[in-house]
Each structure stands twice: as structure tokens, then as C-alpha cells.
């Protein structure tokens, strides 16, 4: 089953923005919806940076 805005999985309230969804589109993942979008645009308009800065940039910062 493929996951998309219009077909979420139960349980998951996809208007409303996780941080870790947001994290999830700044690193290019497909596990975020328009609401994740929409949040991580409104914040990288506050501080352009900001999707650059949360990337792994080394061994040491990736998350395993």
C-alpha cells in the first residue's frame, strides 16, 4: 500500500505538522505530507538555513 496525502495511514492526523515529518521532507524523504510541507516552508522562510543545517553532514551526525 503506498501512503499519500489522500490515503494516510489510520490513526495519523495528517493536518496537523510533526516535527518529525518536517525533518523528514528538509532530507528529502516521502514520509511527510502537505501539512509537513507546509510547516517546514513556513519555517525555512523564517530562517532560509534552517533545511541545510538539520542535514547529516558526516558519520558522526547520521542517525542509525
Known sequence: ???????????IDVTRPSVARVYDYWLGGKNNFASDRDMGGRMAGVNPALPQLVRPTGEGRRIR
Open 1 to 11: 500500500m503506498v501512503v499519500t496525502d489522500e490515503n494516510p495511514p489510520a490513526g
